[in-house]
């Protein structure tokens, strides 16, 4: 959890005019594990989000077993709030791109909205593969307000501030003891160092 992190939600906040639930994921499927165990994760999610309004820590996914899909998640959420509230799942261009290794990834937009947050080096007009391409062309809006007509279905470009430095690069930084801290919330990288988070690997995997 770095400062970028915290900086697109809180313009998604604003744009959206709305509360950004932060989701860390018990299992990611994409991905191995990052470093930190789920519980740790969640704290440094909590410890970020202090201070900024409308930032909410949602645990739902560490309660729920088995992977993290994100089809599930979106799922529980429209049973919550019925069929016509708008829902709108805020995700990196970066991850947007790869959208279609996702589990079920064509059934999202018929449960929530996408918010897609510009990346650095990742360009959403050349950069999507041909499938997804095509299976976005009709659905970008052009202001918010679009989306508060539908339950689902549509997709935002959200422009904020680039952060260049990237979660896996403040990992690595923090593995060779490079200059780490102050790309993390103070709080946050007051944790890392007390855990010892992210250490140097030696060949063997660990999940901590």
């Given at each position: 959890m770095h400062d970028g992190h915290i900086a697109t939600a809180c313009a998604a906040?604003?744009?959206?005019?709305?509360?950004?639930?932060?989701?860390?994921?018990?299992?990611?499927p994409h991905r191995p594990p990052p470093g930190a165990n789920a519980l740790q994760r969640a704290h440094m999610l909590d410890l970020a989000i202090v201070g900024h309004a409308g930032l909410v820590l949602d645990r739902?996914?560490?309660?729920?077993?088995?992977?993290s899909y994100t089809i599930d998640t979106l799922r529980e959420l429209r049973r919550e709030l019925g069929p016509d509230q708008p829902i709108a799942l805020l995700l990196g261009a970066d991850n947007f791109i790869?959208?279609?290794?996702?589990?079920?990834?064509q059934q999202l937009a018929d449960y929530a909205h996408f918010v897609v947050a510009a990346r650095p080096g990742v360009a959403l007009d050349h950069?999507?593969?041909?499938?997804?391409?095509?299976?976005?062309?009709?659905?970008?809006?052009?202001?918010?307000?679009?989306?508060?007509?539908?339950?689902?279905?549509?997709?935002?470009r959200l422009n904020q501030p680039l952060?260049?430095?990237s979660a896996s690069q403040v990992r690595q930084l923090i593995a060779v003891h490079g200059a780490w801290r102050e790309l993390v919330p103070a709080?946050?990288?007051?944790?890392?160092?007390?855990?010892?988070l992210y250490p140097a690997r030696?060949?063997?995997h660990s999940p901590l």
């Open positions: 906040r604003d744009a959206l005019a709305t509360r950004v639930h932060m989701m860390p994921a018990a299992d990611p739902r996914e560490l309660a729920r077993p088995g992977r790869g959208l279609a290794s996702w589990h079920d990834w950069d999507l593969p041909a499938e997804l391409r095509q299976w976005a062309r009709p659905r970008w809006a052009d202001a918010p307000a679009a989306m508060r007509k539908s339950p689902a279905g549509m997709l935002f952060h260049p430095v709080a946050v990288a007051d944790y890392i160092g007390a855990e010892g030696t060949g063997v």
